[in-house]
């Protein structure tokens, strides 16, 4: 499948007044960090849609808790096997993870996310 490029803000990414694709596990990758900045209920067209953010904003987060929030988003993505969340920081209540993807071609995506 081919989508369209976004930068690291969520903007379409140009390149001399071009809008840039991008397919393959690149785009299974954007999708996956969509999901994850998306709000679980927002998205008008699907509310089961997106990262269950409960216990994300709260003073002592669960830790544990939000890694299995975003294994459970990251699935959501139909061509996404397995999912784990390798490491997971909270500094200055800034939220940081890496996560491994396994899809269903046998192919690995690792990503770093900032949530919050």
Not at 67 to 73: D, H, I, L, T, W
Request: glycine content about 6%.
């Amino acid at each position: 499948m081919i989508d369209l490029m976004l930068d690291s803000d969520g903007d379409l990414l140009f390149t001399n007044q071009d809008l840039q694709l991008v397919d393959e596990a690149d785009e299974i990758k954007q999708e996956l960090i969509i999901i994850l900045k998306t709000r679980q209920g927002e998205f008008f067209g699907d509310e089961t849609m997106g990262l269950n953010q409960t216990g994300l904003f709260v003073k002592q987060p669960d830790l544990n808790y939000i890694a299995n929030n975003v294994v459970q988003a990251l699935k959501q993505q139909e061509r996404v096997v397995s999912a784990e969340v390798t490491d997971i920081e909270l500094v200055n209540r800034n939220l940081k993870l890496t996560f491994d993807a396994t899809l269903d071609t046998g192919q690995s995506i690792r990503t770093e996310v900032d949530l919050l």
